[in-house]
């Protein structure tokens, strides 16, 4: 009688924060002093404990349906400092995970930064390090981008390197603009190809808020990122958000139009394995009706934290996205 598969879940996921500060001023960020009780956004101890509390009611839920215990991994964009981390990871919600998290203050102009939380029992850091990003070299007067994390680790139990970006906005515009993201395109692909070239068989997760959508020169050239499989060699990556922007859908909307800049991509490594072996499974956007605005000119939208200058107890003006990676155990 033929054995019957069971599978195990890793889950990953990625969740720009939108302007996670705290309430204090930090006199060495001009970045934050919008979000100070005296800032235009009147931000207060009370409203950042909320906002922390409306981001942990999503992590609670993101990916539970083939994993109750949640994302092993989440990146993050747009946080302040440790000190938001740690308010989030104690939120009554995601307590029990246990949830820590690699984070290294950057050079960014507006002082927000990303981060990678992991869940001990499914992920051990073996190194992590910034990739400073410089976009000096276009010109751009004045500005600093964030850097790009990068941490080494071991995810139940295979070796990955996993990559968290925020890169530069369409401030100027998209064309104008397009040039300072292909540089910070370029930094985690530098890194890539090189171990790419050690070690073929390297396990990459490549995530963040790309400014750009998955057919983006930034994204479709430098990267080479393909959103077909069979296209995707063993140190190629794959980018399963490629397939959603073609039906429309996306994780965040401007001008009435959607864009998917929050993107989660793979190295072929993990397309092809056997069943014994961690692969993938499938991605999704994590856009459920709790997190959308449900009346008016934004309706279906991200239900973000301000309308203008005022607190509308949102979540982010982002959706999640999450992919999924399977195991088969045998069972007789």
Do not use: C
């Not at 990678?116 to 992590?128: E, G, H, I, S």
């Not at 070299?137 to 790009?148: A, I, N, P, S």
């Not at 994590?286 to 239900?303: A, D, I, T, V, W």
């Amino acid at each position: 009688m033929a054995e019957k598969k069971n599978y195990h879940v890793t889950t990953v996921a990625f969740y720009n924060f939108e302007n996670f500060f705290d309430a204090d001023d930090d006199p060495k960020n001009w970045g934050d002093d919008e979000f100070t009780p005296n800032g235009p956004y009147h931000y207060t101890e009370e409203i950042f404990q909320q906002k922390a509390h409306n981001i942990a009611t999503v992590l609670q839920q993101l990916g539970t349906e083939l994993n109750p215990e949640g994302p092993a991994l989440i990146g993050t964009a747009e946080i302040e400092n440790d000190h938001v981390l740690d308010v989030l990871v104690s939120q009554p919600e995601i307590k029990a995970r246990n949830y820590k998290y690699v984070h290294f203050e950057s050079p960014d102009s507006r002082g927000i930064d990303v981060a990678l939380l992991y869940n001990p029992k499914y992920f051990t850091v073996l190194n992590a390090e910034a990739l400073y990003t410089d976009i000096s070299t276009t010109g751009e007067k004045g500005g600093k981008t964030r850097d790009v994390l990068h941490v080494a680790g071991v995810l139940a139990g295979d070796t990955v390197h996993v990559f968290v970006n925020h890169w530069p906005s369409r401030r100027g515009g998209e064309a104008a603009s397009a040039p300072l993201r292909a540089i910070a395109a370029n930094v985690s692909k530098k890194l890539i190809d090189s171990m790419m070239a050690a070690n073929p068989a390297t396990r990459v997760i490549l995530m963040g808020d790309l400014n750009d959508d998955p057919i983006s020169p930034s994204v479709a050239k430098v990267l080479g990122a393909k959103g077909d499989k069979d296209k995707v060699d063993q140190t190629g990556l794959f980018n399963p958000f490629v397939n959603f922007y073609k039906q429309g859908i996306g994780t965040l909307a401007y001008n009435n139009a959607w864009n998917l800049f929050d993107q989660i991509m793979i190295s072929g490594e993990w397309l092809k394995q056997p069943d014994e072996h961690w692969r993938y499974y499938k991605a999704e956007v994590f856009n459920r009706e709790f997190l959308k605005n449900k009346f008016g000119q934004y309706k279906g939208s991200p239900h973000r934290s301000f309308d203008g200058n005022n607190w509308i107890n949102g979540y982010s003006d982002h959706f999640p996205t999450i992919i999924y990676f399977i195991r088969a155990t045998q069972n007789p």
